[in-house]
């Protein structure tokens, strides 16, 4: 019971981390530019992007609440309200502006619908230029969830092979391989950013 509750405890802190990005993801958006909103794929990135995280939120939250670890008045549930609706909003207010961004491109002629592929291309630049500070604690956040994910994994497969049990055990080790894909499509040579991939290749196989 206290090797669950550990697991429990450290799903709570995914669940924080987690949300904390999707709080930044949704402030970025606020600072970006209408010029930059405009840009091509834009809107498409941001709602990929939250869509993978407010998974991880939900696909954790289904395990906690399994669990019956937390009391009816844990404040954990209060929390996981508050960031759905907050996810909620944000997706509203995307497929809006997404929408609206289609209606004033469709109005453009062909030789103006062209241009924000070159838009696009200095996009990359600038924001290679603008995240480049904050590569390592990105890397950081990342191998902490990753670590955490890891330990719960080798917990849970010291417990009896129950229905429940091997279904947070593929839970886990999805999150696992999600965080190893995710610094690799992020991050460019993430072990020079110090992802250490020896905490990721000893982790047991779960498909």
């Known amino acids: 019971m206290a090797s669950e509750q550990v697991t429990i405890d450290e799903l709570l802190d995914v669940q924080q981390d987690v949300s904390q990005e999707i709080l930044k993801l949704i402030s ?10 405009s840009q091509a794929g834009y809107h498409k990135i941001k709602a990929k ?13 289904e395990i906690i609440r399994k669990s019956g670890g937390l009391p009816e008045n844990h404040e954990y549930f209060t929390f996981f309200n508050d960031i759905r609706s907050t996810v ?3 997706q509203e207010a995307i497929n809006k502006d997404a929408e609206c961004l289609s209606k004033k491109t469709a109005k453009l002629e062909d030789g103006q619908r062209q241009q924000p592929s070159l838009d ?6 600038e924001d290679g230029q603008r995240e480049q500070p ?3 604690p990105k890397v ?9 994910m890891i330990a719960s994994l080798y917990r849970t497969l ?7 049990v091997m279904e947070l055990t593929r839970n886990l080790w999805s999150q696992i391989q ?3 894909f995710r610094l690799y499509e992020e991050v460019e040579i993430p072990e020079n950013n110090g992802y250490d991939t020896k905490n990721y290749l000893p982790a047991p196989s779960c498909a």
């Open 134 to 136: 904050s590569v390592e």
């Open 88 to 90: 909620l909003k944000f």
């Open 140 to 148: 950081i956040a990342l191998c902490r969830r990753q670590k955490a």
């Open 178 to 180: 999600e965080v190893h």
């Open 120 to 125: 696009l291309q200095s996009t990359k630049v």
């Open 28 to 37: 970025n958006h606020k600072k970006d530019s209408a010029e930059r909103k």
């Open 49 to 61: 992007t939250l869509n993978e995280k407010w998974s991880i939120i939900k696909a954790n939250d």
């Open 158 to 164: 010291q417990q009896p092979m129950e229905q429940t």
